[in-house]
């Protein structure tokens, strides 16, 4: 089994709603998506380790995502009871970072690998970042938005749906690895 098997395969488990592969070559890094972030859209911006500036500049991000050979997207789609059911979305979002956490432990045969997610981190009730080191370095997973990426664009060139139909909302993740995994 190739490395895109395997990693198809531990993604079955995960609870996902849909995963794709996306061509490297098609990857595009916005700087005006990173700009999305320094205005505070999200509120974590220089708040968390999982976002900007900690994750590094824009060219940083771009350097770490091509020094990867592949790039799986992945996604959850979670109902929500009308189209401004806030703590739908909250619920969805905490069960789609589950849904990464699970992906992560399923693909550990992938050394190196990095999963980005949606959003800033949330683990911690109040995160270490600037004063100290990550308190949970090896479950950090890095903003996706924070890359610079056009999320509609990955979901294209993997094949995949953006929306994922009335009342639900869907969250978008990435897991970016090497083609030289570890033992089976």
């Keep these: 089994m190739d490395t895109r098997q395997r990693i198809l395969a531990a993604a079955a488990g995960c609870g996902l709603f849909e995963t794709g592969f996306v061509p490297m070559e098609s990857l595009r890094f ?57 703590e739908g979305m909250r619920a969805g979002l905490v069960a789609f970072k589950d849904a990464a956490d699970r992906l992560d432990a399923a693909t550990a045969f992938l050394p190196g690998r990095l999963i980005l997610a949606n959003e800033g981190c949330g683990r911690c009730a109040v995160c270490s970042w600037p004063a100290a080191p990550c308190r949970q370095p090896r479950a950090l997973h890095h903003a996706i938005e924070g890359y610079g990426f056009m999320v509609h664009e990955l979901a294209a060139a993997a094949g995949m749906a953006y929306m994922g139909g009335p009342n639900t909302v869907t969250y978008f993740g990435a897991l970016l690895f090497h083609n030289t995994p570890g033992p089976a």
């Design 30 to 86: 916005y700087p005006e998506v990173r700009a999305a972030c320094e205005s505070g859209r999200c509120g974590q911006y220089d708040r968390c380790w999982a976002c900007p500036p900690a994750v590094g500049t824009l060219e940083e991000c771009r350097v770490r995502v091509l020094g990867y050979d592949g790039m799986l997207l992945f996604s959850g789609r979670y109902g929500l009871d009308d189209p401004f059911d806030l």
